[in-house]
């Protein structure tokens, strides 16, 4: 997952958009008509010790924050949960996955012991988490309830 080209329903320009900005409102580059990305399968964005802090302020949307690890086999397993997840809740919800093996200053911010962790942030503030691997159910309820 990462970039891909959308359409511009209004103009039909190609417009490529990044996982990492698909929350933020994405426009078409030629007519500035806002991309539908309902149906794109742009997964999670990928967030960073670098951007941490600036990825949970950019939205008002309930933020999920997987800490992975990729080379635990349960963390492995559960990434094509939370591409899927990204999809189904865009609009609603932002899905993000952080790699906790080399973003140790977030990893130790938010008290990370075992991964997969799933932290839910609202305007920067953990309101709650989930931690080991789950049913795809129990984190769509999750975001269900904080959406
Ligand atoms: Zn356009």
């Known amino acids: 997952m990462g970039d891909m080209v959308v359409t511009c329903r209004k ?37 960073s010790d670098a951007n941490f802090d600036s ?14 690890s990729p080379t635990c086999g349960p963390c492995r397993g559960m990434m094509p949960v939370v591409e899927s997840l990204a999809d189904r809740f865009r609009g609603r919800a932002v899905v993000a996955k952080i790699d906790s093996t080399v973003n140790l200053a977030a990893a130790s911010r938010c008290a990370i012991r075992g991964v997969p962790a799933f932290l839910f ?24 309830s904080l959406s």
């Open 121 to 144: 942030f609202r305007n920067g503030r953990e309101v709650d988490r989930i931690t080991g691997a789950v049913p795809e159910k129990t984190l769509a309820e999750k975001l269900d």
């Open 11 to 47: 103009c039909g320009a190609k417009n490529r958009v990044s996982a990492a900005k698909q929350h933020l409102g994405p426009k078409c580059g030629k007519c500035k008509a806002a991309l539908d990305l309902s149906g794109a399968q742009l997964g999670a964005a990928e967030v």
């Open 55 to 68: 990825f949970l302020a950019s939205t008002d949307q309930v933020v999920m924050l997987d800490f992975f």
